[in-house]
């Protein structure tokens, strides 16, 4: 369940208590419970809002950048990763990547080593679009 739909079932149950409580003559629980549920709705917000904004600046989860980074290093040929870039298109994502390889190969041998760079992002990660810059080492 996503945090605003958990926000919404304590605002509901935040109700319930407060109707209870005026209906046994408790009439300080609904304030109190009110207080409760309102710093859920301002914890909740801040985190839409914290999660969105990092999301519409282009943020990106680290550990899942890391995780790019180490099925690009089994794809063979790979000598190393100099630089890996990810950002989100709407839903989707799209990765720019700097590997190095042998600078003995040909311009097929490197093209068909980025070729199997994106192709194993597309394939294990899902995503959108990968774009390679093959440097020699």
């Known amino acids: 369940m996503r945090e605003d ?43 839409i809002f914290r999660d969105t904004s990092h999301h519409l600046t282009d943020g990106f989860d680290v550990k899942q950048i890391e995780s790019y980074k180490d099925s690009i290093i089994k794809c063979y040929g790979v000598k190393g990763v100099q ?13 720019d990547i700097v590997i190095l390889v042998n600078s003995d190969l040909d311009i097929r041998g490197a093209h068909d080593i980025a070729t199997k760079v994106e192709n194993e992002l597309i394939k294990e990660h899902h995503v959108l679009d990968v774009h390679v810059h093959v440097e020699p080492n």
Do not use: H, M
């Open 83 to 95: 630089d890996i870039k990810a950002r989100n298109y709407g839903n989707n994502v799209v990765v």
């Open 5 to 47: 739909n958990l926000s919404d079932a304590w605002v509901s149950v935040g109700t319930f208590i407060g109707i209870i409580g005026a209906q046994f003559g408790l009439p300080w629980l609904d304030p109190i419970t009110a207080i409760i549920v309102g710093l859920i709705i301002c914890k909740t917000g801040w985190e």
